[in-house]
Structures are given as C-alpha cells and as structure tokens.
C-alpha cells in the first residue's frame, strides 16, 4: 500500500485580507488518526479542504506520502480526484431515491465496476459497519445514526488511503455520538487508513485521536497526543480548552520558587529538575480540577459556592484564596452551599503560566509553605 503520511509545509490561506490558516506546519503520519481541534473559525475546514484539494493555498506545499500534490510555488495542484482521499461532510446527504444498498454502490457504478465486485464490496463494508439488514431501505427509514453509517460506507466505498471527515457526528445526539465514536475507531483499526478528523468538540478529539492539532485564530497552538496536550498545555488557551470541567487559573505573585496569594504560599518546583526561567512577578498557576483535593487534612479553607452530583461524581465549584474553584468527588457526595470544606492542593501536575504572555513556564510540583 502507498504511503498515506500528510504534509504541510508552510501553508497559509488568506481570503482577501483575513488569514484563515497562518504558516502551518502539520506533520500527519501514515495510518494515523489525527484531530484537528479549536473553536468556531479557527480554520479547521480550510485545512481540511486544502488537503483535499477543494481549496488552493495562498503559500505552502503538501505532501500526501512521496507526492508533491500541491506548491504554490512550483504551480503544482493535483485535482481532487487523483489524491486518493475521501472526504466525510457534517451534511452527509444521502440519496433519498436510493436504497442503502444503490448509495453505497453509487461511487463504484461510476467507476465501471464489474456487478460481482461491487456486491462483494457493498457487502463487505455494510458486514464491517452492521449495516447488513438495512440493505434494501431509503435513507428515510433509517435512524440518524444508521444514515451515518451508511455516508461513511458510502466514502469508504472506493477504498481511500486518506479519509478527511469534518464534524461528521455534530448533528447526532449524545448516545449516539458516543456509539459512532467507537464505530470510528474500530473502523480507523481495520481499514489501515489516514484519518484527519475535525471537531470542535475536545471531548471526541481526545477520545479519538493518536495526535491533536489544537488551532486558535488561524494558528496552530500545539500538536501532541491527547494526554500530553491535558498534562502540558503549552499556553493558557490550550489548558484552557481540553479538559471538562476546565483547568483552574489562580493568578500568584512568583518570588524565588514561590509563590503567593491571600497568605497562601507555595513552592514551585519544575518537574523535569529545570530551573524556572522567570524568577518574580505574576503568574497564574493552573490545577485540574481532579488535582484540588477535597479533604479534612487540607491545608486551605473553601467554601462551596455550588454542587453538581453527576452521579458517578460530584463537580464542586468552591471559593478558595479569594478565587472560584471548580473541583471533582469521585462518587454522590452531597455538599450544601456555603459549607466549610478544606482542600490540598496535590502535588505535582500543576502548570505554571507567565502571567503576562500566558505562556506556560514549567510543569510544577507545589508544596505548601
Ligand atoms: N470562502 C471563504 N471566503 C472568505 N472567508 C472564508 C471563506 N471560508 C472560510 N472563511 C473564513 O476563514 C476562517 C476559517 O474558516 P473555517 O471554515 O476554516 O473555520 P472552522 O474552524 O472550520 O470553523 P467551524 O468550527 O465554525 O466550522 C473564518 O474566519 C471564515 O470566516
Ligand atoms: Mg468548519
């Protein structure tokens, strides 16, 4: 099989004078199942389309394994169709006239292939998608998740080395979001393809992918695997938008490894045994909300604000150092508003943050003073 590996080389997208996509460099392995990840507009389709090729660069080159398909600069452009890529829109529309069976086959008829072949293949993909029973139906007598299934059927149809999907659950409720998440994966598992998958949505991102490529405002913030992305955001937007409910951001006053506020004072120390490259002035420390522990030892008072009892766990939003807090129980922990309660901070696993370029200055472990 050829090499399915992505490359973008410098690749920027302007529109007129607004930059969609900025100088982005995107290394996506062969067989890999990547995200890319970020808010409304950040320029997540626009990548997307421009490795299709359904949208032209202003500046960069791509790569799809050895082949150059796209340089602006060598005028180089290969059309769609000839870069082996499926591509899965949010709106999927099936053919209403067309059985299950007639979509799915549609893309092969086109491609002259022989009726035994296509019902070998037709059968494969609705075996491998439990589509099986449907095969004689419209798109209207099936559930929203079975059409799904069936546009995806329909895209793998042709065998595409690459398969670029945007947002393609966004319009299906919560269970079956969650059901199709494990489709895809199994599917990514069997079919040895390149997944480029887009969402904005970082629970599915992080359940789903080998690498994230976070984007904000045309730039790509930061590209890692979904825990290194949770355990050392680069910046504060990035700790800011994985993780739910979100990381915490207490602002200190940083002095020689320590730092206060409110007569709370704690040690900072670099996990990796660096050193920390500023020495005073403000910063923000940020803990995970599993990471502010609720317990009789604690050594800082807080006062419960709200309690959210999930059932399986408890979401507590406290009142701490003068800062609202947001902390998780494991289990239905009843807590009335205004209660005392004591927390310890755990040690290791909190990001120190510059205060002003919200840069993050080192993984840390705290120690109360
Ligand atoms: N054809 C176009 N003409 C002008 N501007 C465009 C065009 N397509 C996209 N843009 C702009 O480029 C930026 C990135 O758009 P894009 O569709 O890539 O965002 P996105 O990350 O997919 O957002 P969403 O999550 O809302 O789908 C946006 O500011 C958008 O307005
Ligand atoms: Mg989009």
Same mark, same amino acid.
């Not at 199942?33 to 389709?45: A, E, M, R, V």
């Not at 600069?73 to 059309?79: A, R, S, T, Y």
């Not at 546009?151 to 999907?165: D, E, V």
């Given at each position: 099989?050829?090499?399915?590996s992505i490359?973008l080389?410098n690749v920027?997208?302007?529109f007129?004078? $607004?930059v969609?996509?900025?100088h982005?460099?995107?290394?996506?392995?062969?067989n890999?199942?990547i $995200? /890319?990840?970020?808010p409304?507009g950040?320029g997540k389709?626009?990548?997307?389309?421009m490795?299709?090729?359904?949208?032209?660069p202003?500046?960069?080159?791509?790569?799809i394994?050895?082949?150059l *398909?796209?340089?602006?600069?060598?005028? !180089?452009d290969?059309?769609?169709?000839?870069?082996?890529i499926g591509?899965?829109?949010q709106?999927? @529309?099936?053919?209403?006239?067309?059985?299950v069976y007639k979509?799915?086959a549609?893309g092969?008829?086109?491609?002259?292939?022989?009726?035994a072949? !296509?019902?070998k293949?037709?059968n +494969?993909?609705?075996? %491998?998608l439990? %589509?099986?029973?449907?095969?004689d139906?419209y798109?209207?007598?099936? $559930?929203?998740?079975?059409q799904? =299934?069936?546009?995806i059927a329909?895209t %793998?149809?042709?065998?595409?080395?690459?398969l670029?999907m945007d947002?393609?659950?966004?319009?299906?409720d919560?269970k079956l979001r969650?059901?199709?998440r494990?489709e895809?994966? =199994?599917l990514h598992?069997?079919?040895?393809?390149?997944f480029?998958y887009?969402?904005?949505?970082?629970?599915?991102?992080m @359940?789903?992918?080998?690498n994230?490529?976070?984007m904000?405002?045309? *730039?790509?913030?930061q590209?890692a695997?979904? %825990?290194?992305?949770? @355990?050392?955001?680069?910046?504060m937007?990035v700790?800011?938008?994985?993780?739910n409910?979100?990381?915490?951001? *207490?602002?200190?006053?940083?002095?020689d490894?320590?730092?206060?506020?409110?007569?709370v004072? /704690?040690?900072v120390t670099?996990v990796n045994?660096g050193?920390?490259?500023?020495k005073?002035g403000?910063?923000v /420390?940020?803990?995970?909300? +599993?990471n502010?522990k609720?317990?009789?030892?604690g050594e800082?008072?807080?006062k419960?604000?709200?309690?959210?009892p999930?059932g399986?766990?408890?979401?507590?939003?406290i009142?701490?150092?003068?800062?609202?807090?947001?902390?998780v129980?494991f289990?239905s922990?009843?807590?009335?508003t205004g209660e005392e309660i004591? !927390?310890?901070?755990?040690?290791?696993?909190a990001?120190l943050f510059?205060?002003?370029t919200? +840069? /993050?200055l080192?993984v840390?472990e705290t120690?109360i003073l």
């Amino acid at each position: 099989m050829a090499d399915n590996s992505i490359r973008l080389i410098n690749v920027t997208k302007r529109f007129g004078k $607004s930059v969609a996509v900025d100088h982005l460099n995107l290394e996506i392995p062969a067989n890999s199942f990547i $995200s /890319l990840l970020g808010p409304s507009g950040c320029g997540k389709t626009t990548t997307l389309r421009m490795i299709a090729g359904l949208e032209t660069p202003t500046e960069g080159e791509i790569w799809i394994g050895d082949k150059l *398909v796209f340089s602006a600069e060598k005028g !180089i452009d290969v059309p769609p169709n000839n870069r082996g890529i499926g591509f899965l829109f949010q709106n999927y @529309a099936l053919w209403p006239h067309m059985t299950v069976y007639k979509n799915i086959a549609f893309g092969l008829e086109n491609m002259k292939w022989k009726k035994a072949d !296509i019902d070998k293949k037709v059968n +494969e993909l609705c075996e %491998l998608l439990q %589509l099986s029973t449907y095969l004689d139906r419209y798109p209207s007598e099936l $559930s929203g998740g079975q059409q799904q =299934r069936v546009a995806i059927a329909r895209t %793998l149809a042709t065998s595409p080395q690459i398969l670029l999907m945007d947002e393609p659950l966004s319009n299906l409720d919560a269970k079956l979001r969650l059901e199709m998440r494990t489709e895809l994966k =199994r599917l990514h598992g069997t079919t040895n393809a390149t997944f480029v998958y887009v969402t904005h949505d970082q629970m599915e991102a992080m @359940a789903l992918s080998t690498n994230v490529c976070l984007m904000n405002m045309a *730039v790509m913030q930061q590209y890692a695997p979904p %825990l290194k992305l949770y @355990a050392e955001p680069v910046n504060m937007f990035v700790a800011d938008f994985v993780g739910n409910p979100s990381m915490n951001f *207490v602002e200190f006053d940083l002095k020689d490894q320590v730092v206060s506020r409110n007569g709370v004072r /704690l040690g900072v120390t670099p996990v990796n045994g660096g050193k920390l490259l500023k020495k005073e002035g403000k910063v923000v /420390l940020g803990v995970r909300p +599993e990471n502010v522990k609720v317990s009789a030892e604690g050594e800082i008072s807080a006062k419960v604000i709200s309690s959210f009892p999930y059932g399986m766990e408890t979401t507590l939003v406290i009142e701490c150092m003068g800062s609202d807090m947001r902390t998780v129980v494991f289990g239905s922990v009843d807590y009335r508003t205004g209660e005392e309660i004591r !927390i310890s901070l755990c040690h290791e696993k909190a990001c120190l943050f510059d205060g002003e370029t919200k +840069e /993050l200055l080192s993984v840390v472990e705290t120690k109360i003073l």
